[in-house]
Structure formats: C-alpha cells, structure tokens
C-alpha cells in the first residue's frame, strides 16, 4: 500500500513537472525584447546562443509550449548578459535545443516599429510573472 502511494505521488509530481515552464527571465532580461529574424535588419547582431532545455520530465514528454517559453528565457537572460536588447531564432526548436541571434537594436529602433514583440515570448502567449510571496 505504501509503495502505491509512492509512485502516484511520484507520477503526479512527473506530471506537474512536465506542464510549467522551469527557467525565470532574470530582472535585467525582461526589457529584451522577442523578433522575428525579418525585424533584426537595423540591429546590430551581437552573436548567438544555443538554448537547451529538457524535453521530457522522465518519460513523460513536457508541454511544447513551456519547452519554448524556457528556451525564450533562457535567450533573453543570455541577450542581456551580452548587452543585447533583442532576441531572434536563427533555427527551428528541435527536441529542446534551438539557437537565437543576439542583438542591439536600441530603444529609438524597438518603440519605432509596432510589431515588435516585447516581454512576451514567441508564440505561446505565455508570460513570466515574477513570484510575489505572501505576506
């Protein structure tokens, strides 16, 4: 009876684990913005990143959409430690890895065009809210 309590616990765990997205935007990153690689065209391009992250929780595979909210964060954490202000994927997700360019476009650059995807991340509508504990 106990060893059953044991792995549903263990299997619930897994499963929670395999929904949420695990990497936080560091405070400094959350001004970088998300591009399309067509909107970098008067930025300049400060190098790339290969974000990586798991595409299973155990055996269980993870939500696509968290897989690419992590590799988002991951990118934008890594654009404001290189002094970037923008992201771009320069390759399709591919079981947890995916590449993005670095780049500065300035704040003139961002604000000018209205497309331009900022503190959200690509096509998930999901959005890193920062933990707020109770008082």
């Not at 044991?6 to 990497?23: E, F, H, K, P």
């Not at 690689?37 to 993870?62: D, H, I, M, W």
Request: hydrophobic share 40%.
């Amino acid at each position: 009876m106990r060893i059953g309590a044991m792995t549903a616990a263990a299997g619930v765990t897994m499963l929670i684990a395999g929904c949420g997205n695990w990497i936080e935007v560091k405070p400094q990153a959350r001004d970088v913005a998300i591009l399309e690689p067509a909107q970098t065209a008067s930025c300049q391009y400060l190098g790339k990143t290969e974000a990586a992250v798991l595409n299973e929780a155990g055996f269980l595979p993870r939500n696509p959409q968290a897989i690419n909210a992590d590799l988002v964060n991951i990118a934008r954490n890594d654009a404001a430690q290189m002094g970037g202000d923008a992201v771009a994927p320069l390759s399709e997700r591919d079981r947890g890895h995916q590449t993005f360019g670095i780049y500065r476009c300035g704040a003139t650059t961002l604000s000018r065009n209205p497309n331009m995807r900022q503190n959200d991340t690509m096509e998930t509508g999901i959005k890193t809210i920062p933990y707020q504990p109770p008082r």
